[in-house]
């Protein structure tokens, strides 16, 4: 159980300093939230190309589902700051930026998976 946790720990370390260095890099462009938007569309895409790998090799080693599935890719991504923004753009009547940035989220989203799990199977 300890080694897990370290595993999930240090998979987050890692995922949360990779999602803070998209932030100082993209949040320049504050007129769409461009960071959470990048971080979550990457995350989903490393988040296909691993179940991919793994899904055409029949097993999956727990220590590596828990560095990169849980750990990597649930720190990386954000759905919280997801929620947030959605509501800032509602607040600020922005709702048409608010429908874009939302449908976009989760049909790009979507993609990216499944072109991840395609890449992964192909690796």
Do not use: H
Not at 5 to 27: D, H, K, M
Not at 61 to 74: D, K, P, S, Y
């Amino acid at each position: 159980m300890i080694k897990n946790l370290l595993v999930v720990g240090l998979g987050g370390f890692a995922g949360s300093i990779c999602r803070y260095l998209f932030y100082i890099w993209l949040e320049k462009e504050r007129n769409m939230p461009l960071a959470t938007f990048t971080v979550n569309m990457l995350g989903s895409f490393v988040l296909g190309i691993f179940i991919g790998y793994f899904l055409i090799r029949g097993a999956e080693t727990n220590i590596a589902r828990l560095f990169f599935a849980v750990g990597f890719c649930g720190s990386f991504t954000t759905f919280s700051t997801f929620a947030l923004e959605n509501w800032n753009m509602f607040n600020n009547q922005e709702y048409l930026q608010l429908a874009g940035y939302t449908v976009a989220s989760f049909a790009i989203g979507i993609l990216m998976i499944f072109g991840g799990i395609v890449i992964g199977k192909a690796i």
